[in-house]
């Protein structure tokens, strides 16, 4: 945790970022590299009946961790993205309460 969902760049432009976006994130959050995972589905957008591009669309599934971090984690997930040549990014942020959250069937705030 943090689950970084990536939508509307390649996989190639996700695995070119994810070491030191990782870096990055990592010193954020003042937490390990081996937090963090990055998810790439492979989706089809449709506008019209046709089949359209999709737009850069970032999604962090994490525990919250307050404004100033979340501000900051934005931040550098735009700017690694829009290294890549994509001129607009939009992040959201999912967040998930410790006691609704189980790992091998304990909760996480136990």
Not at 74 to 103: D, N, P, R
């Amino acid at each position: 945790m943090p689950h970084i969902v990536i939508r509307g760049i390649t996989l190639e432009q996700t695995k070119e970022i994810s070491k030191p976006l990782v870096e990055e994130l990592a010193a954020i959050c003042d937490c390990g590299t081996d937090n963090f995972t990055f998810e790439v589905p492979q989706s089809v957008f449709i506008f019209d009946g046709e089949e359209v591009p999709s737009f850069p669309l970032i999604e962090v599934k994490w525990f919250e961790r307050g404004q100033e971090i979340r501000d900051k984690f934005a931040q550098a997930i735009t700017k690694y993205i829009m290294g890549t040549g994509i001129q607009e990014v939009e992040v959201t942020f999912i967040s998930f309460a410790e006691s609704a959250y189980y790992i091998n069937g304990s909760r996480c705030d136990e």
